[in-house]
Nanobody, 118 residues
Framework: QVQLVESGGGLVQAGGSLRLSCAAS????????MAWFRQAPGKEREFVAA????????YIADSVKGRFTISRDNAKNMVYLQMNSLKPEDTAVYYC???????????WGQGTQVTVSS
């Protein structure tokens, strides 16, 4: 079982930037694609961005394309989400996990809160 700890969230004004980090325990981390998800109040958790196990391929949701970038460092067991040009609608709790066709592979971490003020 891999444990996930997200960090880097905070309160930022619209147009600002944040960099989220996800620390993963376990030796199998580098074997899996990883993704960021987010859940806004009263809404279901949604996919944001994914990266292949090698880091060579990424997929970004249309809602954040051109503003968010996902990256990883397998040597450090870390995944990152660089968020630029933030909008109030980006306000949510952000989570990382290994994506499955439905849901995710591991137990969810506590997430990190991102709040964007207008």
């Amino acid at each position: 079982q891999v444990q996930l700890v997200e960090s880097g969230g905070g309160l930022v004004q619209a147009g600002g930037s944040l960099r989220l980090s996800c620390a993963a325990s376990g030796r199998t981390f580098s074997s899996y694609a990883m993704a960021w998800f987010r859940q806004a109040p009263g809404k279901e958790r949604e996919f944001v961005a994914a990266i292949s196990w090698s880091g060579g391929n990424t997929y970004i949701a249309d809602s954040v394309k051109g503003r968010f970038t996902i990256s990883r460092d397998n040597a450090k067991n870390m995944v990152y989400l660089q968020m630029n040009s933030l909008k109030p609608e980006d306000t949510a709790v952000y989570y990382c996990n290994a994506p499955l066709p439905i849901g995710a592979k591991w137990t969810w971490g506590q997430g990190t809160q991102v709040t964007v003020s207008s």
